[in-house]
């Protein structure tokens, strides 16, 4: 009897072996749909083909990752993949958007190719029903606007995912569909699924300060230049209570900024002073946006506290899914050396995922574990 | 002028959907930085907040004066 469900990792770096490998232990799955993430040194593209060689009843993604996951194994270097069965997916599409003649009409491009082969339109999706994932490019900031064209496109379905890395180097990233690869696109996986599932997502931030107003900001470039009317820099060095000289990795990773609307954490984080007096960051805000300055709450404790409720909400029955999980908080786990705590919260579950260059769930977002489970 | 306590309620009539009018919700604080379901009082009538709400629901495909039409062709 199928699995319906598997998580597999392998360290074989040849796309044929790294495949063939992975094949292996997916098989009693039954795949009809497969999302596998790999270390930026691989052949993507062609172990994609490789699998959909081995599982031609498929929809494979995947992309490039800043370290791969599974619930065994926290691992870089290395592929790291999940298979949904027949038994959970009644039917699976998967596209590849190219962003070379702009991110709106490649994502409604491959919206096109989504509704078709579901035979779907993607206005009224029940969104009980379907459920997408979503592998960006992880460079070329243009995660929003990527989520917004969904947006536009299916406005009541999630697509939830992250964005491809290069393990550090912020270099090249690429995403992989059905074989193919981009390096200026994003991969698209829609799902019809037959059996409870949930999207989460869990930052370990809590607000530290009063909620002040972003001022002047270059949304394109996801600069932030005032808040409250007062340089950014000053507003905030004086709310982490470091001098301006001092900010750097250790501050940021610690004191995003956070949006707290309904009850929700949306985390925007720093990544670094520029000479003009702008203080970048990994994703935009916008003018206007009140934002709190956060502080860390405990990353292993909120992850478990996370998957019980996600647990709990799929009836108390979850078997695992995919796990989408910044790289802020890897370099955070690898300062606390929690790993081993870490992948135990995901004990008992197939799971495969990867640390992003940021997270995807109606929009982008940093510092944050997005994640798609199953009962 | 609509405000944003009738684009909300403009949007959950068209939607018909807790779930969808949540995640649609969703999709406009990450637009715009406001929320239509639990909404500040300074924003419920600001012409900015109601502007920026209603160009993204536009974006969306939700367009509110269709939507109004409809519901008074229901009423």
């Known amino acids: ?375 | 002028m609509r405000d944003l306590r009738q684009i909300r309620s403009l949007l959950g009539e068209s939607l018909m959907d807790e779930g969808k009018l949540a995640l649609v919700s969703a999709r406009l604080i990450l637009r715009t930085g406001m929320s239509i379901t639990e909404l500040r009082p300074e924003h419920v009538q600001s012409p900015a907040a109601i502007a920026k709400v209603t160009l993204a629901l536009a974006e969306m495909g939700f367009d509110l004066d269709a939507i109004s039409k409809r519901s008074k062709g229901r009423g």
């Open chain 1, 1 to 375: 009897m199928a699995r319906d469900i598997a998580s597999a990792y392998t360290r074989a770096l040849d796309a044929s072996a790294a495949a063939d490998d992975l094949a292996a232990q997916l098989e009693a799955a039954d795949p009809a749909a497969i999302s596998f993430f790999a270390s930026h040194h691989h052949d993507g593209a062609a172990l994609g083909r490789r699998l959909r060689q081995a599982f031609p009843r498929a929809a494979v993604i995947g992309c490039t990752t800043a370290g791969e996951l599974t619930q065994e194994a926290w691992l870089s270097g290395a592929v790291s993949a999940l298979a949904l069965g027949h038994g959970k997916i009644r039917s699976a599409a998967a596209a590849l958007a190219r962003f070379d003649q702009g991110v709106a009409s490649g994502i409604a491009r491959a919206g096109e190719q989504l509704s078709t082969a579901l035979a779907l339109d993607l206005r009224q999706a029940d969104p009980r029903r379907y459920v997408g994932v979503v592998l960006v490019e992880g460079l070329g900031m243009q995660e929003e606007a990527a989520n917004d064209a969904l947006g536009n496109l299916a406005p009541t379905v999630s697509f939830v995912g992250g964005s491809a890395g290069d393990d550090g180097e912020f270099k090249r990233t690429r995403v992989f569909c059905n074989g193919e690869e981009s390096d200026n696109g994003a991969a698209l996986l829609l799902l019809d699924v037959a059996v409870p599932f949930v999207v989460a997502k869990t930052c370990s931030f809590e607000p530290a300060s009063a909620d002040y107003a972003v001022t002047r900001v270059d949304v394109e470039r996801r600069i932030v230049y005032e808040i409250d009317g007062r340089p950014a820099l000053e507003v905030y060095a004086s709310l982490v209570g470091v001098p301006k000289g001092a900010l750097d990795d250790s501050v940021f990773m610690a004191h995003p900024f956070g949006l707290m609307i309904d009850g929700k954490r949306w985390i925007r984080s720093p990544q670094r002073v520029l000479p003009d007096g702008g203080l970048k960051f990994y994703c935009q805000i916008l003018e206007g946006m009140r934002v709190h300055v956060m502080r860390s709450t405990g990353l292993v404790a909120d992850t478990r506290r996370e998957l019980s409720q996600v647990r709990a909400r799929l009836g108390g029955s979850m078997s695992g899914g995919l796990a989408f999980n910044c790289i802020l908080r890897r370099k955070e786990i690898d300062a606390m050396q929690t790993q081993d705590a870490f992948i135990e919260s995901f004990g008992g579950l197939q799971m495969a995922g990867f640390h992003t260059y940021g997270e995807s769930w109606l929009g982008h977002i940093n510092q944050t574990l997005t994640g798609l489970w199953f009962a």
